[in-house]
């Protein structure tokens, strides 16, 4: 299927909220709003002039990294397909803009930023524990890292607890 691309630069306009579907998936969605600047000519000011909202929704693990790295206000540059939805709302029809998003991140044009790598579990969905509930963040299957991995200092790979049978499952393809 052929998609328009779009890089979108622009701010997180609503909180981001990991929310399971019922099925126990990772599902984050939000607004990321741009508002285009311009110099009046007159006042010789820079005033807010088109605004562009556009829905963009995560699933499985890219929805976990979303949530556990954006919030409200931040800005950020979204890459993916763009989309639009038609409806109609007290008699009055009206478009959506959605963005099926191949990557996303902070804009460094306007801060500074952190990345932690994750180690990928077995699963992108969200566990759920006995009343259906999602299950706390450290029984996911995954953990945090950090750049220091593998140096002097850092986690030995022995307390990973994916580390030794991995190990052995490669050993014995080889």
Known sequence: ??????????????????????????????????????????????????KLFVNVTFWREFAENVAASLKKGDPVVV???????????????????EIEPESIGHDLARGSSVFTKRRRGFSGSVEVDADGMPARFEDRGYQLVDESDGQPGAESPAADPFAEPLAAALSNAS
């Open 1 to 50: 299927m052929y998609g328009t691309n779009i890089t979108v630069v622009g701010n997180v306009v609503d909180e981001v909220v990991n929310t399971p579907t019922s099925s126990g998936l990772s599902r984050v969605s939000f607004r990321v709003a741009n508002t285009q600047r311009r110099r009046d000519r007159e006042s010789g000011q820079w005033v807010d002039g088109h």
């Open 79 to 97: 890459n993916g397909k763009i989309f639009s939805r038609q409806y109609v709302r007290a008699e009055n029809n009206h478009v959506a803009y």
